[in-house]
């Protein structure tokens, strides 16, 4: 037999021609990689435990996750089920439909003013979806970036996996970065030597504390 080594981690074994076809590839090694090593998003281990005890016929009152208080609009149920019933499924583009990519950007421009561009415009399946596309887009493997020490946690996991250093920053009484935090950041930083803030994951309203940041704020974290 001859050993074919495709990482530090991983082994296979191929057989020469003429051996049984159950042996024809043997995975001899295979070790999870130092990015898998992410914490365990905890209101999911919460959840999985609620349903475990809900199969052995305990009432839980679910308040783990928060839940969307009403179903899909009407007219997006019709729609969908027209289609269901009428046409044959297959791939979409890969950016997201464009018919939809253009409401949204109309939506920009009628609710808020402002003007995007339809190329800047991904639709994903949910917003991990989007966070791990943006996180690609905007970070290399050793970047550090900034969050709120009280922040989503996936952001903390995705970036990880991602090889990304995440740097937790305090927030004030009303669970906000500020500007003067984030500057003083840069500035240990600068003297301990170590790399710079490639970035600042921020959300307005804020998951999980639901708090707004002023235009002012933003534009004084973004100075």
Do not use: W
């Not at 009407?74 to 791939?91: F, M, P, R, T």
């Not at 009628?110 to 943006?134: C, D, I, K, Q, W």
């Amino acid at each position: 037999q001859t050993a074919l080594v495709l990482s530090s981690r991983l082994e296979a074994r191929l057989t020469p021609r003429g051996a049984r076809k159950s042996s024809v590839m043997q995975l001899a090694e295979m070790l999870a990689s130092g990015r898998s090593d992410v914490p365990s998003f905890k209101v999911m281990d919460v959840l999985a435990r609620a349903r475990e005890l809900e199969q052995q016929g305990r009432r839980i009152l679910h308040l783990e996750v928060g839940q969307p208080q009403s179903g899909a609009p009407q007219a997006a149920i019709k729609a969908v089920n027209s289609v269901l019933g009428s046409e044959s499924l297959g791939y979409t583009a890969a950016a997201g439909e464009q018919p939809l990519r253009s409401a949204i950007v109309a939506m920009y421009k009628n609710t808020y003013g402002v003007e995007v561009p339809l190329e800047r415009v991904h639709v994903t399946m949910g917003s991990s979806s989007g966070f791990t596309l943006a996180f690609l887009s905007a970070f290399d493997v050793g970047d550090a970036v900034a969050i709120p020490s009280c922040s989503y946690p996936c952001y903390r996991n995705i970036l990880r996996a991602l090889g990304v250093q995440t740097v937790p920053l305090p927030v004030d009484s009303e669970y906000k970065v500020t500007a003067s935090s984030l500057r003083a950041a840069v500035r240990q930083r600068a003297a301990k030597g170590q790399p710079p803030l490639r970035g600042l994951i921020l959300s307005s309203p804020a998951n999980p504390t639901g708090v707004l940041l002023s235009p002012d704020e933003v534009r004084d974290l973004c100075a």
